[in-house]
């Protein structure tokens, strides 16, 4: 099994800056790439960004593109979602997830095997 925890969420005004983390643990041998998706109330689940563990390419979605960045710290088996210019409709629980899925970059949802509990993003405009 694979843990993960996210941290780093809060209320933040509209043009504003965030950095959500999450640190895995456990069976982290297995993880092949993980991803952050964010859901708003009355909306599903939304793909973010994701980055391969080991060679550390990214992906991100078109609505956060120029915005958001994706990273991780192999070494500290931690990933990083870099927020910037943040707007009203970023406001949602963001999720950090972890596959075992190698050699696609891995966008959907249910390709993912791991999850964490949710840090929520609000703006406060």
């Known amino acids: 099994q694979v843990q993960l925890v996210e941290s780093g969420g809060g209320l933040v005004q509209a043009g504003g800056s965030l950095r959500l983390s999450c640190a895995a643990s456990?069976?982290?041998?297995?993880?092949?790439?993980m991803g952050w998706f964010r859901q708003a109330p009355g909306k599903e689940r939304e793909f973010v960004a994701t980055?391969?563990?080991?060679?550390?390419?990214?992906f991100h979605s078109d609505s956060v593109k120029g915005r958001f960045t994706i990273s991780r710290d192999n070494a500290k088996m931690t990933v990083y979602l870099e927020m910037s210019s943040l707007a009203p409709e970023d406001t949602a629980l963001y999720y950090c997830?972890?596959?075992?899925?190698?050699?696609?970059?891995?966008?959907?949802?249910?390709?993912?095997?791991?999850w964490g509990q949710g840090t929520q993003v609000t703006d406060s405009s």
């Open positions: 997830a972890a596959s075992r899925v190698r050699g696609f970059t891995v966008v959907a949802a249910d390709s993912y095997d791991y």
């Open positions: 456990g069976r982290t041998f297995n993880i092949a790439a």
């Open positions: 980055v391969n563990w080991s060679g550390g390419s990214t």
